[in-house]
């Protein structure tokens, strides 16, 4: 009896350099369960190529002519059963990464990442998961600019509403950056409870992933409560 050989992971490359494409496509190819699909120069051309290639994940630049990675990231996202993205960027301070994750982007690469984090952080989104670490996640959040900061947090608090009293000490804690053991031991809940707890805090909330939790909290002033 033969086992099937899973399926490899379908990407899109979107960046306006031809050169950045190109060294992503070798890279990526030297994976035997990744594949590159199709290659886009800017926003514009991602719609069709994702239902042409059906990609699993996108590889996402953020500033391009036309049509930028944010705009392209906030219009994918919407989409139902949208590919997950990870946005690609130079500076690992650009408050653009920042608005594409809030826009569901599943992370960010800094286009001199090693080849095999790259690699890495594909299997890991194609899977469901962030490619940002807590400490990422918080140097990020640092880099908002205040201005709007009391619209923000009445928009998160009027959204917060929405969660039981246990939903809400669960994004509190993934807000804080905890892992889902950690916010275990801390909530003395069991892992499967607090995964069922997560799983319906991105329901009721409209979100993508963890991230958008973190970020959610955050602005509602609460990722510092104990």
Excluded: W, Y
Aim: net charge negative; proline share 5%.
């Amino acid at each position: 009896m033969t086992t099937s050989e899973p399926s490899p992971i379908g990407v899109l490359i979107v960046d306006d350099d031809p050169l950045v494409r190109a060294g992503l496509t070798m890279m990526l190819g030297g994976a035997g369960d990744i594949r590159v699909v199709a290659e886009a120069r800017d926003g514009t051309e991602v719609a069709s190529l994702v239902d042409r290639h059906a990609p699993g994940v996108v590889l996402m630049d953020i500033r391009m002519p036309v049509m930028d990675g944010l705009s392209a990231t906030e219009a994918l996202r919407a989409r139902p059963g949208a590919p997950e993205v990870i946005v690609l960027t130079t500076f690992d301070a650009d408050d653009h990464v920042l608005c594409a994750l809030r826009a569901g982007a599943a992370g960010f690469l800094l286009k001199d990442t090693p080849p095999h984090e790259i690699v890495a952080a594909v299997r890991q989104v194609a899977q469901g998961h962030p490619v940002l670490s807590p400490a990422v996640i918080r140097r990020l959040i640092t880099r908002v600019a205040d201005s709007g900061h009391d619209r923000r947090r009445a928009r998160a608090r009027e959204r917060l509403v929405h969660l039981n009293d246990r939903e809400r000490q669960v994004a509190v804690a993934v807000g804080q950056g905890r892992s889902n053991a950690e916010i275990a031991a801390v909530l003395h809940l069991g892992l499967p409870t607090v995964k069922t707890h997560v799983s319906s805090i991105l329901t009721k909330l409209d979100l993508n992933n963890r991230v958008q939790i973190a970020l959610l909290a955050h602005d509602a002033g609460l990722a510092d409560e104990e």
